[in-house]
C-alpha cells in the first residue's frame, strides 16, 4: 500500500471524526506508541477541532505470564475523568491491547471512549469492543511500514509491506501491501 493511498485513506477517516465530534468539548487523542507514532502525525494535521493529545504504550508480557496479557509501559499522563477520548492505534489484531486500553480508560473515568485504527485485520479480530474509525481493513498478513515494525524494524517506510514469511535467508524479504 502506497504513502498515497494511505493518506487518502486518513483523510477519509479524519472528515468522519471531524464530523462526529466537531461539538464535543476538547476531546482527548490518545496515541498508542510505538507503532502508532506516522499515523498519529498525520491524523492531527487534519483534526480541526480544538483537542488534546497524549501517548501511551502498552506491552505484551513476554515470558512467564501468559500471552495476551498486556502491561503498561507508559500510562496514562493527563486526566481522563469525565471526557470524550479518541484513542489512535496503529493496527487492531487479535484486540487484546484494545480491550485492556478499554479498561484503563473505563477505570479512569472517561465519558466516552472512540477507537480510531489505522489498520484493522477483521479475520483476526475477535473483542466485543466496536472499532469506530478503521481507516483500512486488510486481510491478517503481517505488515511492515508506516510506523509499525517486524522485530523493531522498519517502522520508518513510508509504505505499507506485507512480510514474506516464505523466506528462510537472514534478510526478511517484503512486498508492498
Ligand atoms: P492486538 O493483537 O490487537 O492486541 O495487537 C497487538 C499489537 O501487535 C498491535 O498494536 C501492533 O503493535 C502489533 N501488531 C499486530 N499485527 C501486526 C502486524 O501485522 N505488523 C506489525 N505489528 C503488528
Ligand atoms: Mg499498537
Known amino acids: 500500500m502506497t504513502y498515497s493511498q494511505i493518506q487518502e485513506a ?4 479524519a472528515q468522519k471524526i471531524n464530523r462526529d465530534m466537531k461539538d464535543v468539548d476538547t476531546p482527548l487523542f490518545l496515541g ?3 507503532g502508532s507514532f506516522m499515523f ?9 477541532f480544538e483537542c488534546e493529545m ?10 512467564t505470564s501468559s ?37 484503563i480508560l473505563r477505570d479512569s473515568g472517561a465519558r466516552e471512549i472512540k477507537y480510531c485504527s489505522l ?4 479475520g483476526h ?3 466485543t469492543i466496536k472499532i469506530d474509525y478503521p481507516a483500512l481493513e486488510i486481510p491478517n498478513d503481517f505488515i511492515v511500514g508506516y510506523g509499525l515494525d ?8 513510508k509504505d505499507i509491506y506485507v512480510l514474506d514469511e516464505e523466506e528462510t535467508s537472514k534478510r526478511k524479504n517484503i512486498n508492498i501491501l
Open 40 to 48: 498519529f502525525g498525520d491524523l492531527m494535521k487534519r483534526i480541526n
Open 119 to 122: 489498520l484493522l485485520k477483521p
Open 67 to 103: 500471552k495476551g496479557e498486556v502491561k503498561q509501559m507508559l500510562g496514562l499522563t493527563k486526566s481522563v475523568k469525565g471526557r470524550s477520548v479518541i484513542v489512535v492505534e496503529d493496527i487492531v489484531d487479535t484486540g487484546n491491547t484494545v480491550q485492556e486500553l478499554d479498561s
Open 54 to 63: 497524549c501517548f501511551i504504550r502498552l506491552a505484551s508480557y513476554e515470558g
Open 150 to 157: 517486524y522485530d523493531q524494524l522498519g517502522r520508518q517506510y
Open 125 to 127: 479480530y475477535t473483542g
Open 32 to 34: 498508542v506508541l510505538t
Open 10 to 13: 486518513v483523510d477519509n477517516v
